[in-house]
Antibody, heavy 119, light 108 residues
Framework: EVQLVQSGAEVKKPGESLKISCKGS????????IGWVRQMPGKGLEWMGI????????TYSPSFQDQVSFSVDKSISTVYLQWSSLKASDTAIYYC????????????WGQGTLVTVSS | EIVLTQSPVTLSLSPGERATLSCRAN???????LAWYQQKPGQAPRLLIF???SRATGIPDRFTGSGSGTDFTLTISRLEPEDFAIYYC?????????FGQGTKLEIK
């Protein structure tokens, strides 16, 4: 059974850094794309980008390019979403998501991580 | 850039009624790469329909997707209490898989 298990909720102040995680299991982690979807409070869904775990090749949506970074630790089948300097507008739920091969269709979702940025 | 517009924004119906949700694109959706997701409060979205009309694994047959080109519909034939949620369409063939803004299906 494919599972994506994310780290817990975070409360941060503007300007702080943050790294949240998503651990995959039940499939071949290194050779399937995995990515992140943002959902701002009361809003819809936006793909942020994806990463290929085997070589950490990442593609970012233009809206998120240079705003966040993705990384991988293959040894523990975990991908990360990282901010170097959070803003209040980063407050959202972040889902890791495994897209179907070659497409942006999401078959599997993590449970979501709520990130709250407030002074 | 493709834009998906869902209507209505909110749909108020009673259990047992039929629900019809619309998703309209500003340009043709490539090869009917149109999906529908259901999201309940506090939960991740769940894939219902892909390829405009194919049900995902475990999805009841009261959910039906239809349409092509720029106009797509999700029909729920007889609403069950657990169907009241927010529904999103997605063009998963477009760059970064554009989502619609959602339709909230609420109990009347």
């Amino acid at each position: 059974e494919v599972q994506l298990v994310q780290s817990g909720a975070e409360v941060k102040k503007p300007g702080e850094s943050l790294k949240i995680s998503c651990k995959g299991s039940g499939y071949r982690f290194t050779t399937d794309w995995i990515g992140w979807v943002r959902q701002m409070p009361g809003k819809g869904l936006e793909w942020m980008g994806i990463i290929w775990p085997d070589d950490s090749d990442a593609t970012y949506s233009p809206s998120f390019q240079d705003q966040v970074s993705f990384s991988v630790d293959k040894s523990i089948s975990t991908v990360y979403l990282q901010w170097s300097s959070l803003k209040a507008s980063d407050t959202a739920i972040y889902y890791c998501a495994r897209p179907a091969s070659g497409q942006w269709l999401v078959e599997y979702w993590g449970q979501g991580t709520l990130v709250t940025v407030s002074s | 850039e493709i834009v998906l517009t869902q209507s209505p924004v909110t749909l108020s119906l009673s259990p047992g009624e039929r629900a019809t949700l619309s998703c309209r694109a500003n340009e043709s959706v490539r090869t009917s790469y149109l999906a529908w997701y259901q999201q309940k409060p506090g939960q991740a979205p769940r894939l219902l329909i892909f390829g405009a009309s194919s049900r995902a694994t475990g999805i009841p047959d009261r959910f039906t997707g239809s349409g092509s080109g720029t106009d797509f519909t999700l029909t729920i034939s007889r609403l069950e209490p657990e169907d009241f949620a927010i529904y999103y369409c997605q063009d998963y063939g477009s760059s970064f898989g554009t989502f619609g803004q959602g339709t909230k299906l609420e109990i009347k």
